[in-house]
């Protein structure tokens, strides 16, 4: 039998005085979203019959998934970090804001700051058996002139799919770097070829993926930070064409416009004068265009917690 007593008057009073509305003290802010958050349980228990059984083991989840810092992995997984880039979209059509490099999600394995160079940059340790990829292109700003002098801060995963700093075995900031464009708004920068990666088999994200019959598999990609005075922050990443999770990719981040063809080639020559053993390598152009910034916090990413390396 369905019961409904969220609507009651002495039902709301009790929300009312949980979340702190009934004295001056705390945020206002937390204080109405906490309402909100409440009011929505209360909501959704009610209206989905939820057992008491299932209550606590969604409580007993959650509880798994902080342990295992995988929250913002599933908020990826969920579209949930994509939704926010779509509100963001139609915001800026309503206040007549376009073109550029579209944004795209961050993601949940940035750390915070790489080594700063000046033009061109080598990312790997020299660790990594993989497949030498050199990366470059231009920023052009809002006017369409090369933008010198913006930071071009990239990250992207080795050939295991996994990351620097949250993966122990890698050195500190490997395939991390901050890049400051040159005169004609250019970045170079040396790598290896990333991997794709999926979710821990065994951890609380594929947990709820396995539950909603899907996959938690990315394609390779490289994250961009890309910043300059005057103009707005870009949030994006490059997919690589020709994937096989290019239009299947778990967190939604691919996006028209942010497709990346990389491009190898097997010349022992041309890979001898760019200093590189074995005969092959990949190339990947990819250039960016910002917006102008409208106010200056739109210069600054979000405020967003980000690891630091320690």
Known sequence: ?????????????????????????????????????????????????VSEDEFWHAIDYLNRLGGRNEAGLLAAGLGIEHFLDLLQDAKDAEAGLGGGTPRTIEGPLYVAGAPLAEGEARMDDGTDPGVVMFLYGQVFAADGRPLAGATVDLWHAN????????????SAYNLRRRIVTDAEGRYRARSIVPSGYGCDPQGPTQECLDQL?????????????????????????????????????????TRDGLIGELRFVEDAAAAHDRGVQGGRFAELAFDFHLQAATAPQAEERSRRPRALQG
């Open 159 to 170: 050939t295991q799919g996994t990351y620097s700093y949250f993966d122990s075995s890698q």
């Open 213 to 253: 019959g899907r996959h938690g598999q990315r394609p390779a990609h490289v994250h961009f930070f890309i910043s300059a005075p005057g103009h707005r922050h870009l949030t994006t990443q490059i997919n690589f064409a020709g994937d096989r999770y290019l239009w299947d990719d778990f967190a939604y981040a």
């Open 1 to 49: 039998m369905t019961v409904n007593i969220s609507h009651t008057a002495d039902i709301q009073a009790f929300f009312d005085k949980v979340a702190g509305l009934d004295h001056a003290e705390g945020n206002p802010r937390f204080k109405k979203i906490i309402r909100r958050v409440l009011q929505d349980t209360a909501r959704l228990i009610e209206d989905l019959e």
